[in-house]
């Protein structure tokens, strides 16, 4: 049949890792509904689900799931999709006249696989070279995180994150490389729980190879406390 046929489709999409675009697709009217709204839609349909699956909701253990799964999704893992949480990225002078490479390294990635929904979790690997502004470190940790707390791609978060902190510091001179584990791999279909997925992504100076190998020998430095 030909409704078979064009799920089939779909599936291989998502096993083969295929992603749409660099852009998060978003319908036109996805901020039309409050979140409170969202969560109570979200709550019935998880509800159905639960019931399609025959577990029995007046458990004790299960009652409150539906609005717990609702929650989080809305206000948790996927509250990156909302513009109104961008974290505030502001720049100061570079007073210092550092011109040098800054790194931060080992940002805990949290992400959802926007293929089977479920988690992708690593680290990022952060980088820039100051053309007159900085950011604070921090605001670079809040980047990666609003960008990972949304249905992902790890090659769409990682080109993501670079264009976000391109547009802060106004500077092509950004990279990311981002380390992590797919559940989508590690717990279903091929159960490979050692395979991990690296991506990466460099701009301006970074694409020159000197710049690039001096980045990727920051981040195997060990970080000694």
Do not use: W
């Not at 992603?19 to 979200?42: C, G, H, M, N, W």
């Not at 999709?81 to 505030?88: D, E, Q, V, Y």
């Not at 053309?131 to 090659?155: C, F, H, T, W």
């Not at 994150?161 to 981002?178: G, M, P, S, Y």
Request: charged share 30%.
């Amino acid at each position: 049949m030909k409704i078979e046929s064009d799920f089939n489709d779909i599936d291989a999409i998502g096993d083969d890792h295929v992603s749409s675009s660099s852009d998060t697709p978003l319908r036109p009217d996805a901020f039309e509904l409050s979140d409170q709204e969202k969560v109570d839609i979200i709550r019935d349909d998880i509800r159905h689900i639960m019931e399609t699956l025959g577990l029995d909701l007046t458990d004790d253990s299960l009652q409150g799931t539906p609005n717990r799964v609702a929650k989080m999704f809305v206000n948790e893992i996927f509250g990156g999709l909302s513009p109104k949480n961008k974290p505030k990225a502001s720049t100061f002078k570079n007073q210092y006249k550092y011109g040098e490479m800054l790194v931060e390294k080992n940002i805990t990635v949290y992400s959802t696989c926007e293929h089977h929904l479920l988690p992708i979790v690593g680290r990022a690997h952060v980088a820039y070279i100051s053309n007159g502004s900085v950011v604070g470190l921090s605001k670079m940790n809040r980047i990666v995180d609003y960008y990972a707390k949304r249905p992902q791609v790890q090659e769409r978060l990682t080109i993501q994150i670079v264009k976000e902190l391109q547009r802060v510091l106004n500077t092509e001179d950004v990279a990311c490389v981002i380390d992590a584990k797919h559940l989508c791999v590690n717990s279903r279909g091929i159960r490979d729980i050692e395979s991990s997925t690296v991506t990466s992504e460099f701009g301006g100076k970074f694409k020159q190879k000197e710049v690039r190998r001096e980045f990727l020998d920051y981040i195997k430095l060990e970080t000694q406390f």
